[in-house]
């Protein structure tokens, strides 16, 4: 999804999400585009910035921490966290953090 | 750079950098590199991870506020973001946040 995510005034959160990917694929596509519809309809969820170009960087912005601890342990969430660890990556980090400020440019 | 941060424990702060790319090639790929360079060798960076596809996403890390501030402010840096604005991009979004917990794998 090439669009910037149009979130509102701060502050609300990040989840700063990167990955490197095994050499396995076996469904790995299907299930990120399903984990990515499931988390844009979740409550508190607030938009969703995504590229991929050997490092993974998928960026999730929520309106709070309560959000964020809900949908890290939705059941089908639960479910693709176990196979990611599993099959689909070598190593991912997770950051949370508070969005304080932003700015933005358009032409 | 297709590999993770190495950040320390939190707390830190992250800058999440979104943008679109215009058209216009013109040296952008030279004055990334040199930013890139320049940023990495600042007081209080952190780490930095990466990726474009479509959307570009560019997450620097950083010891405290002051050190973004002086990041921001470098006149290097100044020059490259008003020729970012002219030239290379069409539309970006700055978040600076404040990164309270994280966690990692690793296979």
């Known amino acids: 999804m090439a669009s910037l995510a149009a979130t509102p005034k701060p502050p609300y959160y990040a989840v700063i999400f990167t990955s490197l990917r095994s ?5 790995y596509g299907d299930m990120a585009d399903k984990m990515l519809e499931l988390a ?3 409550p508190g969820f607030l938009g969703v910035e995504s590229a991929r170009e050997g490092l993974g960087i998928t960026v999730s912005y929520w309106q ?10 939705h059941v089908e969430h639960v479910a693709a966290q176990k ?4 099959k689909w990556y070598s190593a991912f980090k997770t ?13």
Chains 1, 2 share one sequence.
């Not at 050499?23 to 469904?27: I, K, M, P, S, T």
């Not at 196979?83 to 599993?86: D, F, K, M, T």
């Not at 950051?95 to 032409?107: C, G, L, N, S, T």
């Open 23 to 27: 050499d396995a694929d076996d469904g």
């Open 40 to 42: 844009q309809n979740q």
């Open 64 to 73: 709070n921490l309560e959000a964020i601890a809900n949908w890290k342990h």
């Open 83 to 86: 196979l990611g660890r599993e």
């Open 95 to 107: 950051r949370i953090a508070k969005v304080e400020r932003d700015y933005a440019f358009e032409q």
